[in-house]
């Protein structure tokens, strides 16, 4: 089929490159002329393990392109698909502008029928509110329909999760556009949703907020087991050895940060709030990650007791492992909190240096993981990066001036940490 995407960010362009290695005809659209030009030179903005490859081979195949003209998107496309950002406001509700924005840019170009599809997470009744803005700004009145088809994709295993969904939403008022939406979907062999759109929409927010509560709730277990000598994780296996619970995202940190479930909770909040409702209980949620962070400064600052001039190193920078992306990540939050106390800074991440560099000043940027522990005073884990397993710990102990580890994301064993001579304190252990 012949797709238009509009907005290259993660979700539109790891959707982009998907559909087009299954075969589509894709034309991803950006209103920013230098990012289109690096996307066609064969460049990614982004770090996405497996996507630049598969980008590169679908334009090489002819299937995948880049333009910063809408017209040109949805002219040449049977199915639209909006993927820009939806950012939060002061208050916490969304930021709808570049949705509405779009939503005028596709109906002056549309001379056909199209089917616009709503890829962004967006609040319950958004699709409403698009089908009426490209009725009202539609110059030829040709027919439309409007889908909602969230997504669900983890950063850092963007390709994967698009290439093998759990499901597929598709949110429709009419019959018209659903084989079309199936058509699409077809090569990912995924179970297809067929609902309402304001189902559809309320899927995307209801299943991050519920993802994140799964979150804050091991980590409140968390607290429970620093009190009174348990393991979290001895407690998480056994809770997701059963069914009904999982143990997918039963894994205690520092809090959960990144881009989507900081701003979907509180647009969740927000929109229940609007609807009468007090959703008091992701309001916990949130307290919870605060309380996680601050409980984890407080650990540091207790050891160290004074934080002023002492020199901390930190491995991680991103908000999770396998990405470059520090938005609203704990890691970096942490770094500041650290900072403010006077703390001297020793900084690593296996990707996401150059994004940290534009929101952590006077530290050091150490360009390897193995000689960040070199005079610190303590060292901590901010970030899941699998290779921070491999730290020589016994040249890390005599590195520092005092072997002392905070674990934010337990990636190590106590005892083992215990007999190489650490002080080591991780979360709910
Ligand atoms: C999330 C949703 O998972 C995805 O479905 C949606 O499309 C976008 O939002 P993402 O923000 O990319 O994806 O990352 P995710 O893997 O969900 O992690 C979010 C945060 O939670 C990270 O900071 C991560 O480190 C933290 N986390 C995750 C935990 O602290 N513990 C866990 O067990 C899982």
């Not at 195949?61 to 950012?87: K, M, N, Y």
Request: charged residues 25%; negative net charge; contains cysteine.
């Amino acid at each position: 089929m012949k797709l238009a995407i509009i907005g290259t960010g993660y979700v539109g362009l790891v959707s982009g490159a998907c559909f087009a290695e299954v075969g589509h005809t894709v034309i991803c659209v950006d209103n920013d002329p230098a990012k289109v030009k690096v996307l066609t030179d064969g460049g990614i903005p982004i770090y996405e393990p497996g996507l630049e490859e598969m980008v590169k081979a679908n334009v090489a195949a002819g299937r995948l392109r880049f333009t910063t003209s809408t017209e040109e998107g949805v002219q040449g496309s049977d199915v639209i698909f909006i993927a820009v950002p939806t950012p939060p406001l002061p208050d916490g509700s969304v930021d709808l502008s570049y949705i509405e924005k779009v939503a005028r840019e596709i109906a002056s170009a549309m001379t056909s029928y199209k089917i616009v599809v709503d890829k962004s997470t967006v609040p319950v009744k958004t699709g409403d509110k698009v089908s009426e803005t490209i009725k009202r700004y539609c110059k030829a009145k040709v027919e439309f329909d409007v889908v909602s088809n969230p997504e669900f994709l983890r950063e850092g295993f963007a390709v994967d999760d698009l290439m093998h969904p759990d499901r597929v939403v598709i949110g429709t008022k009419s019959l018209r556009p659903v084989n079309a939406m199936k058509q699409i979907y077809l090569p990912f062999n995924a179970p297809i949703v067929v609902t309402d759109i304001n189902s559809a929409e309320l899927i995307k927010h209801a299943s991050n907020s519920f993802l994140a509560l799964k979150i804050s709730y091991i980590n409140a277990i968390s607290v429970i087991c620093e009190a009174t000598g348990a393991n979290v994780q001895e407690v998480a296996n056994g809770m997701g050895m059963d069914e009904r619970i999982g143990r997918r995202f039963l894994d205690a940190s520092l809090g959960f940060g990144g881009s989507c479930f900081p701003k979907d909770l509180s647009a969740f909040i927000k929109i229940s709030e609007q609807v009468g409702y007090d959703f008091g209980l992701l309001k916990e949620v949130q307290k919870i990650n605060t309380f996680q962070m601050d409980r984890f400064v407080k650990k540091i600052s207790e050891t160290l007791w004074v934080l002023k001039d002492k020199t901390i190193g930190v491995l991680g920078l991103a908000f999770k492992q396998n990405t470059d992306d520090v938005r609203m990540s704990p890691a970096i939050d942490l770094c500041l909190r650290l900072q403010k106390e006077g703390a001297i800074l020793r900084v690593y991440d296996p990707k996401a240096m150059d994004k940290a560099k534009g929101v952590l000043k006077d530290v050091t940027f150490v360009e390897d993981m193995d000689s960040v522990p070199e005079g610190c005073d303590a060292l901590v884990v901010a970030t899941e990066w699998e290779q921070f397993k491999k730290l020589d710990l016994e040249r890390c102990r005599g590195a520092m001036t005092h072997p002392i580890m905070f674990d934010g994301r337990n990636m190590f064993d106590p005892a083992e940490m215990e007999q190489l001579g650490f002080i080591y304190k991780s979360i709910g252990r």
